[in-house]
């Protein structure tokens, strides 16, 4: 079982830290392996959207398929792998803080298969990944760019 949480303080509003992050399009632009994001449904963002991603893990292309599950707009963010090579959940959730947003990003799944035996590794790697791409995107909201809001 992999249960990795990863927080960090961006310093920027909730509503524009939330908006930017559960937007799957910004995907590619702040998680680190992931390099291509194609919504499957139409419409605005909410529960039953589903978002296909290609992602590069071990030197490996991976496809999968995600579906929000949970969605509270500006707190909560819940998607599960509908397809892929290993099933995950992941969790996003906003709250406001003195100074900005805390962002907290969680990935809980069960590994088969290949993946069952990279389970062993997977959570160090998990967590080293979050940490860097939550480090990203902080940079990128707290430059201004993303919205075109002022930082908080």
Not at 56 to 83: C, H, S, W
């Amino acid at each position: 079982m992999v249960n990795v949480q990863t927080e960090i303080l961006i310093r920027r509003r909730r509503d524009d830290v939330a908006d930017y992050a559960a937007n799957p399009d910004n995907a590619p632009q702040w998680y680190d392996n992931i390099h291509s994001s194609q919504r499957l449904t139409t419409g605005p963002i909410d529960v039953g959207s589903k978002v296909a991603f290609t992602a590069k893990f071990l030197g490996r292309d991976l496809n999968y398929t995600y579906e929000f599950i949970e969605y509270v707009p500006g707190e909560k963010l819940v998607m599960r792998t509908a397809q892929g090579p290993f099933p995950m959940q992941t969790t996003y959730t906003w709250a406001e803080v003195i100074g900005g947003t805390r962002m907290t990003l969680g990935n809980t799944g069960e590994p088969s298969g290949f993946s069952q035996l990279a389970g062993l590794f997977m959570a160090p790697m998990i967590s080293r990944a979050t940490r860097k791409d939550l480090h990203k995107l902080k940079s990128i909201l707290e430059a201004g760019a993303a919205t075109g809001s002022d930082p908080a």
